[in-house]
């Protein structure tokens, strides 16, 4: 495959309970607003919430396995927060290729992930190592 600025890929996932449960468990991040009702009725945001980080491995699963594609690994990754996921929510995680240095095989991507609704929920940018055949 050609690795070409402009390339775009996509994934979605609806966030579950479950999934927010297993991540608290594997993360160690057991803040309430993510595990507890009553707690999280109590908040700002009126509900749970999914856990930052978890909405943000949709963007690693979407590197990982269409673009660039297996043999990826991160560099780096910046992420901006600009609004809630809760329980329920269906995000798309979206990259796009901004720049590519084929001869150190270093591709910068552009990374969103927005809601059911299209409200961006996060943005960032990454830069990952590419697998050669890219």
């Given at each position: 495959m050609a690795l070409s600025i402009g390339d775009i890929a996509s994934r979605s996932k609806t966030f579950t309970d479950e999934d927010v449960r297993g991540f608290a468990q594997i993360s160690g991040d057991t803040n309430p607003v993510h595990l507890n009702d009553g707690y999280a009725a109590q908040t700002r945001f009126g509900r749970r919430l999914v856990h930052g980080m978890l909405t943000a491995s949709l963007l690693s699963a979407t590197l990982a396995n269409d673009l660039p594609g297996e043999g990826t690994i991160y560099m780096?990754?910046?992420?901006?927060?600009?609004?809630?996921?809760?329980?329920?929510?269906?995000?798309?995680?979206?990259?796009?290729?901004?720049?590519?240095?084929?001869?150190?095989?270093i591709a910068t991507l552009a990374t969103t992930c927005t809601n059911q609704d299209g409200a961006v929920v996060l943005h960032g940018e990454a830069v990952v190592l590419v697998p050669r055949e890219a």
């Amino acid at each position: 495959m050609a690795l070409s600025i402009g390339d775009i890929a996509s994934r979605s996932k609806t966030f579950t309970d479950e999934d927010v449960r297993g991540f608290a468990q594997i993360s160690g991040d057991t803040n309430p607003v993510h595990l507890n009702d009553g707690y999280a009725a109590q908040t700002r945001f009126g509900r749970r919430l999914v856990h930052g980080m978890l909405t943000a491995s949709l963007l690693s699963a979407t590197l990982a396995n269409d673009l660039p594609g297996e043999g990826t690994i991160y560099m780096s990754q910046t992420l901006q927060f600009t609004a809630p996921v809760f329980i329920g929510d269906t995000i798309t995680a979206t990259v796009e290729v901004t720049a590519f240095r084929p001869e150190r095989g270093i591709a910068t991507l552009a990374t969103t992930c927005t809601n059911q609704d299209g409200a961006v929920v996060l943005h960032g940018e990454a830069v990952v190592l590419v697998p050669r055949e890219a």
